[in-house]
């Protein structure tokens, strides 16, 4: 079993900046492919972006509103812990994030029904 916790969510203006966290009680951590999904009101959870297990390869969602180009993932194996860096957030932005974790995977995972544990979730509200 991994636990997972997602941290340093919040409510910012349209423009501004967030650092989310997920710290993984797993010892193995460096071996687990990580993804950052979120789910806006009424909307179904969207894929968001991942970093493989192995090189720490990333991948980014490419639908329209793209995040791509505006957030960052990334994973520190020194502490379980990896990041979602965003940037320029727009009102659209908000949802709840969740981190998900599979292993061992050495790839990246865009699929969330391919995740085995996830995280509480936390707020993230942009105003405009």
């Known amino acids: 079993q991994v636990q997972l916790v997602e941290s340093w969510g919040g409510m910012v203006q349209a423009g501004g900046s967030l650092r989310l966290s997920c710290a993984a009680a797993v010892v193995t951590f460096r071996r687990y492919s990580m993804g950052w999904f979120r789910e806006a009101p009424a909307k179904d959870r969207e894929f968001v972006a991942a970093i493989s297990g192995s090189d720490g390869t990333t991948y980014y969602a490419d639908y329209a509103d793209s995040v791509k180009g505006r957030f960052t993932i990334s994973r520190d194996n020194a502490k379980n812990t990896v990041y979602l860096q965003m940037f320029s957030l727009k009102p659209e932005d908000t949802a709840v994030y969740y981190c998900?974790?599979?292993?061992?995977?050495?790839?990246?995972?865009?699929?969330?029904?391919?995740?085995?544990?996830w995280g509480q979730g936390t707020q993230v509200t942009v105003s405009s």
């Open positions: 998900a974790a599979v292993g061992p995977r050495r790839s990246v995972v865009t699929n969330e029904y391919e995740y085995h544990y």
